[in-house]
């Protein structure tokens, strides 16, 4: 089952003119590259994990330019908390999962996921889930902007 699914997936992603390439990943069965938009050199995983016969994940992130980072950083630490709590607030109820990486307290990576369930699995869900991925990668991106000024998207460090 997996297989077909990995199959109708790829065409998925070929047929929306965003599929880039299939990459070796011992720890899954199927790994593909989304680049999204095309030639925009912001890429998503779209991974068939090993442990799970049952799902997809969808996964991006965002690392922060040097600049966007020293800027966060050399904020008061209340001024820097309240940027990152709103962040927070905002993901919080996506249903795509996040971390901040290393930690909250040394933000240089914005990480997002989303599964994607093989049960409920169909061209408009497995699309929603990788646009709503890339959406969160902009979303970082228009606040760090925003809050910094600087960089347009294809200036970003990108992280996947």
Not at 23 to 44: G, K, L, M, T, V
Not at 74 to 84: C, F, Q
Request: charged share 30%; proline share 3%; net charge negative.
């Amino acid at each position: 089952m997996k297989d077909a699914i990995a199959k109708k997936v790829r065409e998925w992603l070929v047929d929306e003119g965003i599929y880039k390439d299939k990459i070796a990943d011992e720890n899954a069965d199927y790994h593909f590259i989304a680049e999204i938009p095309p030639n925009s050199r912001q890429y998503i995983d779209i991974v068939f994990p090993k442990n799970r016969d049952d799902m997809i994940v969808v996964a991006s992130g965002v690392k922060l330019s040097d600049e966007h980072y020293r800027s966060l950083m050399s904020l008061g630490e209340a001024k820097r908390e309240e940027i990152l709590w709103e962040i927070k607030f905002r993901l919080l109820f996506l249903e795509t999962g996040f971390q901040i990486l290393p930690n909250v307290k040394d933000p240089q990576i914005f990480q997002f996921t989303r599964e994607v369930y093989f049960d409920g699995l169909n061209k408009n869900l497995f699309m929603d889930a990788v646009k709503q991925v890339h959406r969160c990668k902009l979303f970082i991106i228009w606040m760090m902007q925003k809050s910094f000024g600087g960089h347009s998207e294809a200036d970003m460090s990108m992280y996947r």
